[in-house]
């Protein structure tokens, strides 16, 4: 890290206004700004009813909800429609963590089709450089191709009171809030067009058909002004925000966590090299550090291998016993310079997650506050 570069000392807020800063990347930084949060949560759990039940509980709390789809034993297009309206009511950017790295062609598809369609509901994923530049390029033309297709869409919606049966029996289910069943019922209904099991009620169907040029990918970052909570009630500033413009973006693995990790020195900086080559679409890196050097690098590092020590484990080496190294909010944030935590089974495992939430974003918000060393 250049410890003297301007990021560092500068507000999420005022690195959203930057000029240089692309749309998505604005509305993240303002998200982050507004809700106080720079926490990502890395959902790794095993089934659809799981991964809604979680982002419902501590979506409030967290700017990012990191997913690996391919973990998901039951993952359909309704889970990634569920996800995108709690996304929506929660306020929070979906970053799948799909780590790509194979060649242009082969990444394509893996990003746009197939069994998960990432670029469909996943506003950022990323990449190894391995393959060489054209990974970059290439998923940025298959990001292209998803939001123009996008924009010119025919959008049916088919919209139901659908009530999945209260006795399903399925545990998982059974703890999933019911808006957030009811979005994924509706969800179904609308992949196969009609009621998805005999046994739902609904009630009143609307079906409403919109044509539309869309022009999200041509539409100016958010409206700009400081969103402090003094100056405005959070929820107010949320509604002002709106939704993320329907934008795709790129991390670039830079380095990793784990002990023995092969991303480093010169590949590192060929990582940074490829993402100042494509500023357009590479909105930052997964590292260690803040690997901003330049004058205008702005990127956004997202940091994994994050956990609070136990009572008494301050200052202890903490790991996973598979190779995972964990390093306090604090020393990522204040210390490294991130931007925002990735915390997986921190918070997962967690008997509270709520409340273990609500401590990362509290251990990571004090961190950015110490390191810019003004008022948000
Ligand atoms: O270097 C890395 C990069 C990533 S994206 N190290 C990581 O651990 N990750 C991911 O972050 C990993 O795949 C997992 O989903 C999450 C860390 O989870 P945790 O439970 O160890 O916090």
């Known amino acids: 890290m250049t410890a003297s570069h301007p ?103 893996q990003y746009t089709s197939g069994h998960y369609k990432i670029a469909q509901w996943a506003e950022i994923t990323n990449a190894h450089i391995l393959p060489g530049p054209a990974i970059v390029t290439a998923l940025k033309a298959a990001a292209d191709a998803t939001v123009t297709k996008y924009n010119t869409t025919v959008h049916t919606e088919i919209s139901a009171s659908p009530r999945l049966s209260a006795h399903s029996g399925d545990e998982d289910v059974a703890n999933v809030p019911e808006h957030a069943l009811e979005s994924l019922a509706e969800g179904e209904d609308r992949k196969l067009g009609m009621p998805a099991e005999k046994d739902r009620k609904c009630s009143i169907v609307s079906v409403s058909t919109t044509i539309s040029t869309r022009t999200e990918s041509i539409s100016p970052r958010p409206s700009s002004g400081e969103h402090t909570a003094d100056a405005f009630d959070t929820q107010a500033s949320l509604t002002r925000l709106g939704e993320p413009p329907f934008l795709r973006s790129l991390l670039l693995l830079a380095e990793m966590s784990s002990e023995g990790a092969l991303l480093t020195g010169e590949y590192t900086e060929k990582c940074i090299e490829i993402a100042r080559q494509n500023r357009d679409f590479v909105m930052g890196f997964i590292a260690q550090r803040s690997l901003n050097s330049e004058e205008e690098d702005n990127f956004i590092t997202m940091t994994p291998g994050v956990q609070l020590p136990h009572p008494g484990e301050e200052g202890k080496k903490l790991g996973d016993g598979l190779g995972q190294q964990y390093n306090s909010p604090h020393n990522i944030v204040f210390e490294k310079g991130c931007d925002i935590i990735i915390v997986g ?7 509270d997650r709520l409340e273990e939430a609500e401590r990362y974003r509290q251990e990571g918000w004090k961190a950015y506050i110490s390191r810019i060393g003004k008022k948000a």
């Open 7 to 109: 990021t560092l000392k500068r507000t999420y807020s005022e690195r959203a206004s930057d000029p240089s800063t692309g749309p998505l990347a604005s509305y993240l930084l303002r998200l982050i700004s507004i809700k106080k949060t720079n926490l990502c949560l890395s959902a790794d759990v095993e089934t659809s009813a799981e991964l809604l039940a979680l982002a419902e509980q501590v979506g409030d709390s967290i700017c990012v909800l990191k997913t690996h789809c391919d973990i998901i034993t039951d993952w359909t297009d309704r889970t990634a429609k569920s996800l995108r309206d709690l996304a929506q009511r929660k306020h929070f950017v979906i970053f799948e963590d799909r780590k790509f790295a194979d060649i242009g062609g082969t990444v394509q598809k």
């Open 345 to 351: 089974r921190g918070i997962v495992n967690a008997k």
